[in-house]
């Protein structure tokens, strides 16, 4: 969240929205969730895991994601480039309610699966 020193006074005073502002959006999570589940990715790989995904969208979220201190991007100096990414400690915290974000998608998933087959 950018300017985190000129956060407005509504969303000081509420926690929900303040999350939804750092973790808000059609991929922050997602990106979250799939570190979390491999532990390390690489641009590429991140690429390849969300293929809706454009290159610029992909690189402004981390970025955000990165200033937010949800995840960490390593830089190794070597030809090509490399670059690693991972959860955070602070993101770490979130995993547990992305989780259970996941594990009710799936149920709900299914249960609309199952109505539409009747």
């Known amino acids: 969240m950018k300017n985190k020193r000129e956060i407005p006074e509504q969303i000081q005073n509420c926690g929900v929205e303040y999350a939804f502002k750092r973790i808000g959006g059609k991929y922050k999570a997602r990106i979250l969730w799939y570190l979390h589940s491999k532990t390390v ?14 290159t610029k969208m992909l690189t ?7 200033d937010d201190k949800l995840i960490t991007r390593k830089m190794y100096h070597e030809v090509p480039p490399k670059v690693e ?33 009747e």
Do not use: C, M
């Open 41 to 54: 990715l690489r641009y590429g790989e991140l690429t390849r895991t969300l293929p809706d995904i454009t």
């Open 60 to 66: 402004q979220t981390l970025r955000e994601l990165e």
């Open 85 to 117: 990414y991972s959860v955070s400690e602070t993101g770490r915290e979130l995993i547990p309610f992305i989780e259970h974000l996941h594990n009710w998608g799936k149920k709900q998933l299914q249960s609309e699966l199952l109505a539409n087959k």
